[in-house]
């Protein structure tokens, strides 16, 4: 059996998710698109598989995600829905449901959250709200883990049950669309869509599914007539009739099933908090404080783990490893291979394993006790001077986990302007795969300062940015910037397992990177070290064909203090993924250490430009499906290439003139 969980976003869907599948999660793309889908395996029924969709408010789409979680339900059929909905907001949740049953697809109404509803006094006559609906209605509590064996119970009982067909609160829109079902139901069946869906698309206009119908001209005329007969009747047009047609029986169910809450204390300190968090003029710098927080633990105490324990550690193991090598008599090139080439490469961004875990953990509390949802409320006013909306802070944050989710999450911004604007500005956020050059040179250079300088970089990419969009995306005098409308929910407390998860993600992503990409590269780098233009082992690798290659460009980087040849290689690995910066260096560089080729001043150039330089592969592939120009895609690493450049020399001649 296929389950597909759909809901509002918020509503606590993605922990159900987790809570029904252990964590276990296949993580992809939707064919042809960068939409990511969640799919796994329902714990203890092994044959049942659930598909966690991207969050909508409608079933009439404003956004891809929400396009392709209608698409979905269409084409794929699944056979049962597991409509989310949150218990303590079920007004909104329903209109979401009313479409739902229009699908013809057997559907069970997860009220989420009943725990909160409760504790606030709240309570849902179950019973009444299934009768009217036409579907199984189970009370849940994804946080405690209640309520979920009902709830698969009720799937496999509702499964050959479509739900009833909803009814609206004016008759004549509920008139207008039966007549509406009948000319288009040849078409609809034609096309694979459901009657009354069709009918409903119809009446609101909705271009993608009448695309899909291929109407002939009469049938098209006799809609056209019975639409415009309904909007004289109601005085409006059908758009809005059926909008409001569904909101007042949606408003009529939770007079009938639904005692409201009172005011929780969750919901007073949530509207308190609101009050200094999201809006007073000390939002901003308790946002940076809380940034330069998580820094501080990240790359203050976390990085002093790294430093002073699990890097000797892994210099112990390796070594240990290389001894066993030679005590069993393995060959020279072998041993230099591995301890040289693999060890080398691998173990430099290993190292900084706590320290990118420690980010993570921190990043996944603020996002599950609610708080970043309020960053892109306070970004809103901000964002509207350099002709964007808050929204646009989204896409933004994720850039410091990885340019390539976020890039495709620009696709979500409803304005085509502004999800253009917000994949141009992406490769100025530090992305986590930046974190090990930075942890490897704020410790080697400025040990006592690291928070400092690497909370500074951070702030030099958001200042590039916001100078780039302030030039680049103003907005033209006759146009306005529209405002965000999103829902702060309120604050929680963190779960420890989903937060774990979600991390455990993430780190397994980065060390999926680190043993396929990292571990070429840093075999490619030793080869091409060890051997010259005849493949000949050489005993310097001055003498290589790495440093051939290094050397032709290395007069372009003699300005910016680090013209060795071996730091422009590991620049040039830097394409393929930044980690592998490291590994390059730790393999070339060996035991003589960053001390051999940098300054203090021309380490902080290159800190500088390695933050601003030409996104990885995989971020301007990204940016190339998302534009669809080869030409854009040349110009942005063109661009920042230059950019970083024109930094960075600016950086080595004030720190040069300053010491």
Not at 102 to 117: C, Y
Not at 361 to 377: I, K, N
Request: aromatic share 8%.
């Amino acid at each position: 059996m296929r389950l597909a969980l759909v809901g509002n976003r918020n509503c606590g869907k993605s922990t159900l998710f987790n809570r029904l599948t252990g964590g276990n999660a296949r993580v992809g793309n939707f064919p042809g698109v960068t939409v990511e889908r969640k799919s796994g395996i329902v714990l203890g029924h092994e044959d049942w598989e659930i598909v966690d969709l991207p969050g909508i408010c409608s079933l009439h789409p404003c956004s891809p995600d929400e396009a392709v979680t209608r698409d979905f339900l269409l084409s794929e059929r699944p056979d049962v829905i597991i409509n989310a909905a949150d218990s303590t907001a079920l007004e909104r949740a329903l209109y979401l449901t009313l479409q739902l049953t229009q699908l013809g697809i057997p559907a069970v109404l997860a009220l989420n959250m009943s725990d909160e509803l409760r504790a606030g006094g709240g309570s849902v006559d179950e019973g009444a709200l299934s009768s009217v609906l036409g579907m199984p209605v189970v009370s849940v509590s994804a946080q405690l883990g209640q309520g979920l064996d009902e709830l698969l119970e009720q799937c496999w009982k509702v499964q050959r049950c479509p739900p009833r067909q909803s009814v609206h609160a004016f008759a004549a829109v509920e008139g207008c669309l039966c007549a509406l079902e009948n000319i288009a139901g040849p078409a609809a069946e034609r096309a694979g869509i459901p009657a009354r869906f069709a009918a409903s698309c119809l009446m609101a206009g909705d271009s993608g599914i009448i695309s899909l119908l291929k109407l002939g001209s009469a049938e098209s005329g006799a809609a056209e007539r019975l639409i415009a007969d309904a909007e004289r009747e109601l005085g409006h047009d059908g758009a809005e009739a059926l909008v409001s047609s569904r909101y007042a029986a949606v408003d009529r169910l939770c007079r009938e099933c639904v005692t409201q809450p009172e005011q929780s204390r969750a919901d007073r300190l949530t509207h308190s908090a609101d009050r200094l968090l999201a809006g007073s003029a000390a939002a901003i710098p308790l946002f940076a404080c809380v940034m330069l927080g998580i820094f501080y633990l990240s790359f203050g105490l976390a990085g002093g783990f790294s430093e002073h324990v699990f890097g000797p550690a892994l210099d112990a193991l390796c070594a240990h490893a290389d001894s066993a090598m030679l005590r069993f008599g393995v060959h020279p090139l072998i041993c230099s291979l591995v301890s040289d080439g693999i060890f080398a490469g691998i173990g430099s961004v290993l190292r900084f394993l706590p320290v990118i875990f420690t980010l993570l953990f921190t990043l996944s509390l603020l996002e599950q006790c609610g708080y970043l949802a309020r960053v892109a409320f306070i970004a809103d006013r901000p964002f509207a001077r350099l002709g964007m909306s808050g929204a646009c802070i989204v896409p933004l944050l994720l850039g410091f986990g990885c340019p390539v989710p976020a890039v495709t999450a620009a696709r979500t911004l409803p304005d085509g302007r502004e999800r253009l604007a917000a994949a141009a500005l992406v490769p100025f956020m530090s992305c986590s795969a930046k974190l090990p050059v930075y942890s490897l040179f704020a410790a080697a250079f400025f040990p006592r300062g690291r928070a400092f300088v690497i909370f500074a970089l951070y702030l030099l990419g958001i200042l590039c940015m916001v100078l780039f969009s302030s030039f680049r995306l103003r907005t033209p005098p006759d146009s306005e910037v529209p405002g965000l409308i999103t829902e702060l929910p309120r604050y929680r407390l963190p779960s420890l397992r989903d937060t774990l998860n979600l991390v455990h993600e993430k780190s397994i992503d980065f060390l999926r990177r680190t043993f396929t990409l990292i571990l070429l590269a840093s075999i490619a780098v030793w080869f091409m070290s060890s051997f010259d233009s005849r493949l000949s082992p050489v005993s310097d690798p001055a003498q290589s064909l790495l440093a051939v290659l290094g050397g032709f460009i290395s007069p372009l980087f003699a300005p910016l203090g680090f013209g060795d040849w071996r730091v422009c290689t590991a620049l040039i690995a830097g394409l393929l993924a930044k980690e592998a910066i490291v590994g390059t260096l730790g393999v070339l560089l060996g035991a003589s250490g960053l001390g051999a080729v940098f300054t203090p001043c021309s380490a902080l150039s290159f800190l500088v430009f390695v933050l601003l330089y030409t996104p990885c592969a995989a971020a301007l592939s990204c940016i190339h499906r998302e534009t669809g120009s080869a030409a854009k895609t040349a110009g942005t690493a063109l661009f920042h290439l230059t950019l970083a450049w024109l930094c960075s020399a600016v950086t080595y001649m004030l720190a040069a003139w300053f010491t």
